[in-house]
């Protein structure tokens, strides 16, 4: 079993040039809110977007003939680019008012959006920052369940907040791919339970050699071309031929 939803040659993820370079490109924005007073924790940031991905993608709008389909099936022919940019007052209330999805964790709010040409944001997030995103952790995480998904950080990269925030939106995307229709209607009756959670060195070994989904990063910034970033650890896959864990 390939690492990779898509097969090695043809990943929306990898640097190397593939087919998906000639369809027209497309991103995926997401919004973090950022107020100065009342900062979000960091991993319940991630957690969200990770979130917020699943739920436009489990969306009724995102499929079939809903309004936003054409443009998500033309985002995922082509890379699978996410660009996480932040917001606070005035900024994060023009945003809510564009057509999207706000979905709200223990401290964070993320709003996705239905994916936009590369070079065509709307003039509202064309403006707002997507360098320097950076969050802290009040106190540790806790211990991951994991009998529901963990999207597992690669422990050998420092990535700003806004970065690893687009991460686990790619570990997310790579599960639900994975799963059959009866396992994702399962997951968002569930309201999609997950965790985000750095690897242990050790462990994040045994990962990457599992036959779990696992994100190569395209190096568009701040890390180099082709690094193993995250691995979607779902229970549902665990089980699945090819998977060691």
Known sequence: M???????????????????DQAPQFVLPLVVRIEKAAPPARTDALETAARAVLVLLGDERSVGDGEWAEVVRDWQDARIRKVVRRARGAEWRRAEELPGITVTGKSAQVRVFPPVPLDGWPKELAKLQVSGTDLDDPEPPGA??????????SPDLDMSAGKAMAQAGHGAQLAWWELSEEERTAWRDA???????????????????????????????????????????????????????
Do not use: K
């Open 191 to 245: 309201g999609f339970p997950l965790a985000v959670r750095t690897a242990d060195p050790g462990h994040w070994g045994e990962l990457t050699a599992s036959g779990l989904p696992l994100v190569r990063d395209a190096g568009f910034t701040e890390i180099a071309p082709g690094s193993s970033t995250m691995v979607a650890d779902h229970p549902a896959l665990r089980s699945r031929p090819g998977t060691g864990l």
């Open 144 to 153: 991951a369940d994991t009998t529901a998904p963990v999207l597992w950080l």
């Open 2 to 20: 390939s690492h990779d939803v898509t097969p090695s040659t043809d990943s929306p993820f990898h640097s190397e040039p593939t087919a998906r």
